[in-house]
Nanobody
Framework: QVQLVESGGGLLQAGGSLSVSCAAS????????TGWFRQAPGQEREFVAA????????SYADSVKGRFTISRDNAKNTVYLQMNSLQPEDTAVYYC???????????????????WGQGTQVTVSS
């Protein structure tokens, strides 16, 4: 059974940086495309970033491009999201997701992912 566990969320001021992690277990992590999504109160879950199985291809939402960086360490079964220049509008629950045996490098829509973590809260104050 696949488990994805996020960690690293917190409360910080605008302009700050934060890194969140997602540890995977239960299947060969290197055989997965992974992504980060977020959901703010009253809003739909939205795509943030995605990374291919070997980290060679990444994709970002326009709203985070240039500020966020997704990376992965398959030896540690972990995917990371480094967030810089955070703003109040980045406040949300951040979820990681995995798609095993991917048929393309990255996925940017939630319905393409098979497994989800429980989420970690990121709150940015102004």
């Amino acid at each position: 059974q696949v488990q994805l566990v996020e960690s690293g969320g917190g409360l910080l001021q605008a302009g700050g940086s934060l890194s969140v992690s997602c540890a995977a277990s239960g299947r060969t992590f290197s055989n997965s495309a992974t992504g980060w999504f977020r959901q703010a109160p009253g809003q739909e879950r939205e795509f943030v970033a995605a990374i291919s199985w070997n980290g060679g291809i990444t994709s970002y939402a326009d709203s985070v491009k240039g500020r966020f960086t997704i990376s992965r360490d398959n030896a540690k079964n972990t995917v990371y999201l480094q967030m810089n220049s955070l703003q109040p509008e980045d406040t949300a629950v951040y979820y990681c997701a995995a798609r095993f045996a991917p048929t393309r490098p990255v996925y940017t829509t939630s319905r393409d992912y098979d497994y989800w973590g429980q989420g970690t809260q990121v709150t940015v104050s102004s």
